[in-house]
């Protein structure tokens, strides 16, 4: 009779035992698994940040020399049209509600083909500035990105990556080539 009584004993125990090695054993190799692909996606996120610093630091010093004009932020892991890769974008946001209205106006005129030389000028001038920055991406996936808000939505007015303009940037007339025929 004591040996029945204990035999149900060690069976709890080893049911008990078992159970919680299982656990432990998931456990283990949830975090195993978790671990790399974390640490891969994340000194990819932190090396990007590192890498675009500069860029980033060139953008603010253009856009914000009078006052807070923009707001630059990098988003990682995009995947959008632009490429087939997920890639790092640099979003340069208008937050001034004065140049917001006068960029919406410009604009919009620059796209109907009412555009003062002026206009197109304002328009193309912020298109380079992105353009110049985008030659110095690492990558030919990654984009900078100009846009301003209209209601909900945010209008692209500048975008490139390294090698080439996603947005086709505005058709001025150089006044240098003027001044030379003139002379």
Known sequence: MHGNYREPINKKYLIISLIGVAIIAIIMSVFTLRSPSKTTSHSTSNKSKVEYTAIKKNLDKKFNDNGRIVEIKEEHDINDSTSKKPHTVIVIRLIDNQTQKYLKTTYEAVQNNTASEDQKMYIYSIQKIVSDQAKKLHNDNDVIQFVYKDGKKYVPVASSQKN???????????DDTKKTADS
Do not use: G
């Open 164 to 174: 080439k303009f996603l947005i086709t940037p505005v058709k001025i007339q150089n």
